[in-house]
T-cell receptor, first 113, second 114 residues
Framework: DQQVKQNSPSLSVQEGRISILNCDYTNSMFDYFLWYKKYPAEGPTFLISISSIKDKNEDGRFTVFLNKSAKHLSLHIVPSQPGDSAVYFCAASEASGANNLFFGTGTRLTVIP | NAGVTQTPKFQVLKTGQSMTLQCAQDMNHEYMSWYRQDPGMGLRLIHYSVGAGITDQGEVPNGYNVSRSTTEDFPLRLLSAAPSQTSVYFC?????????????FGPGTRLTVL
């Protein structure tokens, strides 16, 4: 059973606009959340994370929002750039150093120039 | 630093054959892990290791063996390959210092079992 879900397999956005990628989870024990970005023929690379004690974390153009009551997080990219075109994975664990990391199925973002 | 390296990049096996996927890291990370990525399934944890001599099972361990004799290397063995093991395999490592630890992934091995 998928504990981390990304219900949108793909998203297309115009360059300069905002990209919003969504992620839902079912396990209330999840305490630490991450977003990874993946280009074709490469491994995922870490993008941004958030712990459950926060509801927002920013890093440049990337902001992650966490709504624990709704078991929902989102990644905002503003402004979107063509180089952001990639597959984005949401992941969750029960703690920052937990051994098991559970991934969503990914959302393919295409930023149109 | 080379980071996390994986070999081979591609491999085709026949059902019943055995092989070892290699993974190495040069960051002196204690934690290493193997994931498989299948269409519509995301990445799933196969096995992990928290240090040399210590390994444990992840979410989908059946059909795979691991060992960790050094900090740098974490090979994944398929003893008798099955078509259900056709997948892309990623090795990852991470340090353990600080609260915001992250995993560094290798480029992946694409395995096809006929």
């Amino acid at each position: 059973d998928q504990q981390v879900k990304q219900n949108s397999p793909s998203l297309s956005v115009q360059e300069g606009r905002i990209s919003i990628l969504n992620c839902d989870y079912t396990n209330s024990m999840f305490d630490y959340f991450l977003w990874y970005k993946k280009y074709p023929a490469e491994g995922p690379t870490f993008l941004i994370s958030i712990s459950s004690i926060k509801d927002k974390n920013e890093d440049g153009r990337f902001t992650v929002f966490l709504n624990k009551s709704a078991k929902h997080l989102s990644l905002h990219i503003v402004p979107s750039q063509p180089g952001d075109s990639a597959v984005y994975f949401c992941a969750a664990s029960e703690a920052s150093g937990a051994n098991n990391l559970f991934f969503g199925t990914g959302t393919r973002l295409t930023v149109i120039p | 630093n080379a980071g996390v390296t994986q070999t081979p990049k591609f491999q085709v096996l026949k059902t019943g054959q055995s092989m070892t996927l290699q993974c190495a890291q040069d960051m002196n990370h204690e934690y290493m892990s193997w994931y498989r990525q299948d269409p519509g399934m995301g990445l799933r944890l196969i096995h992990y290791s928290v240090g040399a001599g210590i390994t444990d099972q992840g979410e989908v361990p059946n059909g795979y063996n691991v060992s960790r004799s050094t900090t740098e290397d974490f090979p994944l063995r398929l003893l008798s390959a099955a078509p259900s093991q056709t997948s892309v395999y990623f090795c990852a490592s991470r340090g353990t210092s600080g609260y915001t630890d992250t995993q560094y992934f290798g480029p992946g091995t694409r395995l096809t079992v006929l």
